[in-house]
């Protein structure tokens, strides 16, 4: 007896637990992907500056305070990007996080990033729980500048990797991050080194004599 179409080609059914692995295997698979990467950086970007725009033409707040209010949020990032890359990255408890981290270090020029729709699904989330404790402009110029921070984070990231830059204040900027791989507990900010000066994690190269080197032998040491 010949089999019918539908039960030759029927798809077998999946339970609950099959389709949600089946699921975060794909979403797995996209994180490792080239276009991943590039739609991730676009989204990023359009999503900062959707948020901007729509803080900006309010028109409620003064010129002065909305670049205030999108430089803390910059600045803030550029906490998180330290705190996420230093204790989340490396040595977290969260060992998801520490081995895909630990595939960059071992493949700097891989594609591995979030799923493209995380960031701006996230950067929404925080804006509408800013907007519950701050007036609205306030809310989205806010959640604009770390939405930027986290969109100039990734752009940094893949100039730093990918481009060879020939202006010394760009290659010592390049060579800070590139240290880290060579130091994985020193140099934990990507966009600014900001917070490892701050925190004391910057790497300092020492002389024989375990004196540290002047500015000239450092600007020489990291290019």
């Known amino acids: 007896m010949k ?45 900062a500056c959707v948020l901007l725009y729509a803080g900006m033409r309010r028109h409620d707040v003064h ?3 909305a670049a205030t209010i999108v430089f803390s949020g910059l600045t803030l990032f550029s906490f998180v990007e ?27 020029t891989g594609h591995d990033s979030l799923p493209f729709f995380v960031p701006p699904l996230v950067v929404l989330g925080l804006a509408a729980l800013f907007a519950t404790v701050l007036p609205a402009t306030f809310a989205l110029l806010l959640s604009g500048g770390l939405a930027a921070g986290y969109a100039l984070y990734g752009l940094s990231h893949c100039a730093i990797h990918g481009v060879r830059f020939r202006y010394p204040p760009a290659r010592r900027w390049a060579a ?40 000239k032998s450092t600007r020489t040491a990291t290019e």
């Not at 330290?82 to 989340?88: A, P, S, T």
């Not at 880290?180 to 004391?200: E, K, M, S």
């Open 176 to 215: 800070n991050h590139h240290i880290h791989h060579h130091h994985p507990d020193r140099n934990f900010g990507v966009t600014t080194p900001l917070w490892d000066i701050a925190l004391r994690t910057r790497y300092e190269p020492k002389r024989p004599n375990g004196s540290r080197p002047d500015r």
């Open 63 to 65: 010129a002065l305070a």
């Open 3 to 47: 089999e019918s179409f539908q039960s030759k080609y029927a798809i077998p059914a999946m339970s609950g637990d099959q389709a949600r692995g089946a699921l975060v295997r794909a979403i797995a698979r996209l994180s490792t992907t080239r276009m991943n990467s590039r739609i991730g950086l676009a989204a990023d970007a359009a999503g």
């Open 82 to 108: 330290y705190c996420f890359h230093r204790w989340l990255f490396h040595g977290s408890a969260v060992g998801m996080l520490e081995q895909g981290h630990r595939r960059h270090h071992q493949n700097p």
